[in-house]
């Protein structure tokens, strides 16, 4: 703790175009220092770890709600295409900002579930809307029983280990025509196949089970009954409308 106050007050005073040539001096050095496997993995490790900083910073940035779905458009994909008529499940809700923008945006009945007790309360707090119900539990054995217009699966279908069972189930129990999901691509940057084949972490989230090429994606649709009838790749995720076969 001494030592990290101390580096915090020394960086403080070091002017921030002379630190960010002294860190890439010194990267530099270390990854040339060796063989080029050793300097990649390093780089990797160090990309790795900017990465999950610059998502902090850009959710507080963001006051609370990471830029990222600003920027991209992401809550669009999903208001666009649902109507005030709708009832909505959003699984994996999180603080609920997705469940909020659906409602505000279309007026439509949604319910929030996340795995999560501490985040639906937060979503209670922060993302509270009369249309907007949030329920604590997990939908991977939690037996969903009422019927919805549209299932919502945005950054959770690859949290979720039997994914093709997880998605049978949702079609029998929710009887919804309709599902919006949004995953992460595994092809979304050069880097990712390289850092897997360096033997060093490459998921953007080490909870992840699987990130996606489209055939992969496709495919899992296909062996739970469901089709994409629109497909979008950009971003670095896939975003699809599916119905049930």
């Known amino acids: 703790m001494i030592i990290r106050f101390l580096i915090k007050i020394v960086v403080s005073f070091i002017p921030s175009d002379l630190l960010q040539r002294g860190i890439r001096t010194l990267a530099a050095q270390k990854s040339r220092s060796s063989d080029p496997k050793s300097g990649l993995k390093f780089l990797g490790e160090l990309d790795r770890s900017l990465y999950h900083l610059q998502g902090d910073l850009a959710?507080?940035?963001?006051?609370?709600?990471?830029?990222?779905?600003?920027?991209?458009?992401?809550?669009e994909?999903?208001?666009?295409?649902?109507?005030?008529?709708?009832?909505?499940?959003d699984i994996g809700c999180g603080n609920g900002a997705l469940a909020y923008s659906i409602a505000k945006t279309t007026n439509a009945n949604v319910i929030g579930i996340d795995i999560n007790p501490k985040t639906i309360e937060k979503a209670k707090i922060l993302h509270s809307h009369k249309n907007v119900q949030y329920v604590t539990g997990d939908a991977t054995k939690k037996t969903i029983e009422n019927n919805f217009d549209v299932v919502v699966l945005s950054n959770v279908l690859e949290h979720i280990e039997?994914?093709?069972?997880?998605?049978?189930?949702?079609?029998?129990?929710?009887?919804a025509p309709t599902f919006l999901i949004r995953v992460p691509s595994f092809d979304r940057d050069w880097r990712v196949p390289l850092k897997k084949e360096l033997g060093i972490e490459w998921r953007l989230d080490v909870t992840h089970e699987i990130e996606y090429t489209v055939d992969i994606f496709l495919s899992e649709l296909s062996s739970s009954g469901m089709e994409a009838i629109h497909l979008e790749s950009k971003w670095g995720e896939i975003w699809s409308v599916c119905k049930p076969c």
């Open 77 to 89: 994909f999903f208001t666009d295409r649902i109507n005030a008529s709708n009832t909505v499940l």
């Open 59 to 75: 959710g507080t940035y963001g006051e609370g709600v990471h830029v990222k779905h600003r920027l991209t458009g992401s809550y």
């Open 162 to 175: 039997q994914r093709v069972s997880f998605l049978k189930d949702l079609i029998s129990n929710t009887k």
